[in-house]
């Protein structure tokens, strides 16, 4: 079964997405910081990421660096979520190898459609 | 007797009214509101040409010789009216060349001869100093006048001893008022702005003395000028006086001495201060040239009425010199001859003001500056503070200047009436006129030649005029007059080469002049000019427009920083940069200077000491002679005119890098607030985005999922609803530090008990505190807490501080506290938690705006969060309401500790007035 983490430090959201990645036939695994996610990685290895960019501790940018300078996660499928609407953070996110970069607060099904797309799921 | 003690305070009332209206000018020069800047001031000060000899004398001599006393009028009048292009020209050049006086003007002229500059001055003190005489004769005189009335004035001053003459005391105590006066700003500069409108002060006030005498004698003594005319017609005087026949030489004696007027007029060291050095703007010449004339119309209207009418009192009226005063004690009231008594001093005053300070200016500038710059032996280069030096020496000149006077007066004033004394100096002062008409209009005249003119003059004019003086008053065998020198007939000095029939003051001016002139001439026709003298000739005969100045004027070469260094002691360092700017790159102190540079350096120098010390210290620099450079500039330091004047440039300029400094600052102040205002805007939009994320995603599942369970449904409603609120919340806290920190924060302060606010916010947060599972401590004094605070605020404070405790409280187990007692004049609210404390260095961050505390040992972020705007509202209301709020760690409980200080309020007591503001409660 195809894999999602969401990782986000705010409850309700971490909430809304485990429902939308569930209700579109996703498991899904969740982290609220930095740290747990790269946990959540290696014990879970996930199909997709939905990564909040301002976690406490590690920030979301850390974390995607990280993640990119492991080999076998080179090519993992890593969605940025901000709440900053500022076009510099999303270059930054884009540079340092993000696949896709959505703002909150974003609509739920062209969410859902990134996702499948990025999984090769799409009609 | 009653005149003694009045005439003493009038004089000096007198006085010291004049220092004010001086420093009054002075001030406003600085502030930039010139008093001066008026064509009708400009005119009063040149007015300063009627002295004491035309306030007295005048009438003395219309009483003698009738309208003789005119020609010395009618000379300046036509000088005004047909030679105001030539002072024009003077004007002009003056203002080019820096002149601070006629000797500077004449030595300018001829190459910056320092030889002839200390001719002229030589000139100057000798010519001017019976003059100066004259005026401490009307002083006392008139004193003595008033005091002896209606016995004819005793003036004999040498047998009664120098310690026991008044005019020795008028003498000194002049000098002291005029060291006051006109060194009051030696230190820096020679400032002349409050001597010129002291100068048309006074210029005003003997006219309007004089003025007021001429009316009483004509209207009210005689009724009418015709009636004054008739009852004269009966006067034996009249049948002798009152024609050109009547005027000694005759009409050959009108030429002389009108012509002698009209050169003094332009020549009198004071004339040329007042027309020349003090003129601000050369367009106020042309409106004095008629306005100076109508001037000595009015002060001369009424000269023949008052000698007439003096002449008709007879005895009553005494001395013709003294008509003025007299008039008004034999047939006046008293006021009279007091307002008479005020304009001769005045008109004494100003004259011996105006002509001390020139001639002092003059004397350090041209004679003793220059003699100390050449005498190495003096080592003036091991003495640090020069500048009390000089102050000594234009002290000492103006105490000499007036002590000569006084000599002359002494030895030779009685034997002459004041007109008589008046003429020697006009005369002395003419010898100026050859040098310096010629050397405007003939380019040949030269140095050697202005020079021999110059000596060849005064000579003739001691011969002829100051000599005859000496052994009329005893002084000299009285048969020089009779017999002529060596007994040689046409050496008679009055009547030298046998020329006679001639009234002694044309005969002087002729034979003077006519020398003076001679010798200019043909000294000139044989020597050689050297370069500096053919530039300096060039340029002041109009023939070379300054701009065209050869830069091959100084031989010899100089380092740029040689001559910064010389410009920086007597310029200031504004004036050194604007005349030798520094290049954009490497310093070139050490690149030699161009003659350009040199030559501006001069310029500037000759400003503040005069064309030939000027030349003396560029020398110095340029040539290494005479004097190594330290000793140049330690002397004069402080003469200089522009010095002060570039000093407050300096002033301005450091006061202008200071706002710029202040503007940058406030600049980049703003600027810092314009980056947090961009980050404020940042994370108020990240804060809002994120509830409103899960709002917008919840809603959309709702909307796109029917099949939801109820129990599902229902809790993402809730959250629906609680993001909601914290949305609302954030908005209301935005709002409110937008409010604190604008200053618009409605607060209602009014007296309430700090521990009953503190109890209430207990029982609010009460369900919240068990609801998380943690204790709360209270412990508040039972007989209150008197502050002056808004309540809901307050309250809404405590509570945030409540809420947050309990937030961070360990769990489980969680404690907090809230304790209330005095602390030296205030109340202490703390609220305590026993979690893991704040770190030390992050107790102020916690009070920045959106914030996130984050208390060591938890990082399983399992807390829930706040907006990170509550303890910045916090610390703004506390602020607003006159407290401070801070955090430290809690010792009892081991967390952190939130205190507010609030100021324990007054007594509540009607008698108290700090209460009254308070609202009734």
């Known amino acids: 079964m195809t894999r999602v983490l969401v990782v986000d430090d705010e409850p309700n959201i971490v909430l809304s997405l485990e429902f939308l990645m569930r209700q579109a036939g996703f498991d899904v695994t969740t982290a609220g910081d930095g740290e747990s996610a790269l946990e959540q990685v290696q014990q879970q290895p996930p199909d997709l990421v939905l990564l909040d960019i301002s976690l406490p501790g590690l920030s979301g940018f850390e974390v995607l660096e990280r993640l990119r300078a492991q080999p076998e996660h080179a090519r993992l499928p890593i969605i940025m979520l901000t709440a900053h609407g500022r076009e510099v953070e999303r270059e930054k996110g884009l540079a340092l190898g993000a696949d896709d970069y959505v703002t909150k607060p974003f609509s739920t099904q062209q969410l859902v459609e990134k996702v499948k797309q990025l999984l090769g799921l799409a009609n | 007797m009653k005149w003694e003690a009045l005439l003493f305070v009038v004089a000096f009332g007198y006085l010291a009214l004049l220092f004010v209206i001086a420093a009054w000018a002075d001030r406003r020069a600085e502030k930039g509101h010139s008093v001066i800047g008026s064509p009708l001031v400009y005119t009063l000060s040149i007015a300063v040409y009627c002295t004491a000899w035309t306030f007295y004398g005048s009438v003395g001599r219309a009483s003698h010789y009738g309208p003789a006393f005119l020609s010395i009028y009618l000379g300046p009048t036509l000088a005004m009216l047909f030679g105001w292009m030539l002072l024009r020209r003077m004007v002009r050049i003056a203002r080019a060349q820096r002149i601070t006086s006629i000797a500077d003007f ?43 009335y209606p016995a004819e004035a005793q003036t004999n001053l040498i047998a009664a001893g120098v310690l026991s003459d008044k005019s020795f005391w008028v003498a000194l105590v002049l000098a002291v008022f005029i060291i006051l006066f006109g060194t009051r700003h030696l230190d820096a500069s020679e400032r002349h702005e409050g001597m010129v409108a002291a100068i048309a002060f006074e210029s005003m006030i003997k006219l309007l003395a004089f003025l007021a005498v001429g009316l009483f004698a004509t209207f009210t003594l005689f009724g009418s000028p015709g009636e004054l005319l008739q009852r004269a017609a009966t006067l034996p005087e009249l049948d002798e006086g009152f024609g050109i026949a009547a005027v000694p030489g005759g009409a050959g004696g009108w030429v002389g001495s009108l012509l002698l007027a009209g050169l003094a007029f332009f020549t009198l060291p004071r004339q040329f201060q007042v027309l020349v050095i003090e003129n601000v703007d050369e367009r106020h010449i042309r409106r004095a040239s008629w306005l100076f004339p109508l001037y000595l119309l009015a002060i001369n209207l009424f000269v023949i009425p008052i000698a007439l009418a003096g002449l008709l009192l007879g005895n009553a009226a005494g001395n013709p010199d003294s008509f003025v005063l007299t008039i008004g004690l034999a047939a006046g009231p008293d006021w009279l001859p007091l307002l008479a008594f005020i304009g001769g001093l005045s008109a004494a005053t100003g004259m011996m003001i105006v002509e001390t300070i020139a001639l002092s200016t003059m004397i350090s500038n041209h004679l003793v500056m220059p003699l100390l710059l050449r005498l190495r032996w003096l080592h003036l280069d091991s003495r640090r503070e020069l500048s009390g030096l000089i102050l000594g020496v234009r002290r000492i000149a103006i105490i000499l200047i007036l002590l000569l006077g006084y000599l002359y007066h002494a030895l030779i004033g009685e034997s002459y009436s004041l007109v008589t004394i008046g003429l020697v100096s006009f005369a002395a002062a003419a010898q100026f006129a050859p040098s310096l008409l010629l050397g405007l209009y003939w380019r040949g005249a030269a140095r050697r030649g202005a020079a021999a003119g110059l000596i060849g003059g005064i000579l003739v004019w001691a011969y002829t005029l100051l000599l005859p003086g000496f052994a009329q008053s005893g002084w000299l065998d ?66 070379l427009h300054p701009d065209l100045l050869p830069t091959s004027l100084w031989q010899g070469e100089t380092l740029r920083g040689e001559l910064r260094a010389l410009l920086n002691r007597y310029l200031g360092a504004v004036a050194t940069a604007r005349l030798i700017p520094r290049g954009k790159g490497e310093p070139d102190d050490t690149l030699p200077a161009t003659q350009e540079q040199i030559s501006a350096a001069e310029q500037a120098l000759a400003g503040a000491l005069g064309g030939a010390s000027a030349r003396v210290l560029i020398n110095s620099v340029v040539r290494g002679e005479a004097l190594d450079l330290e000793a140049v500039l330690s002397i004069l330091d402080t003469t200089s005119q522009t010095l002060e004047y570039n000093r407050r440039l300096e002033q301005k300029s450091h006061e202008l890098a200071r706002i710029g400094a202040e503007l940058r600052r406030a600049n980049e102040q703003l600027r810092e607030l314009d980056r947090l205002k961009d980050e404020f805007v940042a994370m108020v939009s990240h804060e809002l985005r994120t509830p409103l994320t899960s709002i917008r995603a919840f809603a959309e599942i709702l909307r796109d999922s029917p099949d939801v369970d109820v129990a599902q449904r229902t809790h993402f409603l809730e959250i629906v609803v609680r993001e909601s609120e914290r949305l609302s919340r954030l908005i209301e806290e935005i709002l409110d530090l937008a409010r604190l920190e604008s200053g618009r924060m409605p607060l209602n302060p009014e007296p309430l008990d700090l521990a009953g606010l503190a109890r209430q916010s207990t029982e609010a947060v009460g369900h919240l505190c068990r609801e998380r599972g943690v204790e709360l401590e209270v412990d508040l004094p039972e007989d209150g807490a008197p502050v002056v605070a808004d309540p809901d605020r307050l309250q809404q404070v405590i509570i945030n501080l409540l809420d947050n405790a309990s937030k961070f409280a360990a769990r489980p187990d969680g404690r907090i506290s809230l304790h209330l007692a005095p602390h030296k004049g205030h109340w202490q609210l703390s609220v305590e938690d026993n979690g893991g404390g704040i770190a030390e260095e992050e107790w102020e961050k916690v009070f920045e705006k959106f914030h996130q505390v984050e208390q060591t040992g938890d990082s399983n972020g399992t807390r829930p969060r706040g907006t990170g705007l509550g303890l910045p509202i916090s610390r703004g209301i506390v602020a607003n309401l006159g407290g401070r709020l801070w955090i430290e760690k809690s010792r009892r409980l081991g967390g952190a500790r939130f205190v507010i200080e609030l100021p324990e309020a007054p007594p509540q007591s009607g008698q108290d007035p700090d209460a009254q503001w308070l609202p009734a409660s």
Request: proline share 2%.
């Open chain 2, 106 to 148: 004449i030595s300018t002229r001829y190459g910056k001869s320092d030889s002839l500059g200390a001719l002229v001055t030589l000139v100057a003190v000798i010519g001017i100093m019976p003059y100066i005489a004259l005026q401490l004769k009307a002083i006392t005189f008139s004193h003595a006048v008033l005091t002896a």
């Open chain 2, 478 to 543: 009285a048969r020089l007059l009779s017999d002529g020198a060596f007994g040689l007939a046409w050496l008679r000095p009055y009547a030298l080469f046998g020329l006679e029939g001639w009234d002694i003051y044309s005969h002087a001016l002729f034979w003077s002049l006519l020398v003076n002139v001679g010798l200019l001439v043909g000294v000139s026709l044989f020597s050689r000019q050297n370069r500096l003298e053919q530039t300096q000739a060039a340029l002041f005969t109009g023939n």
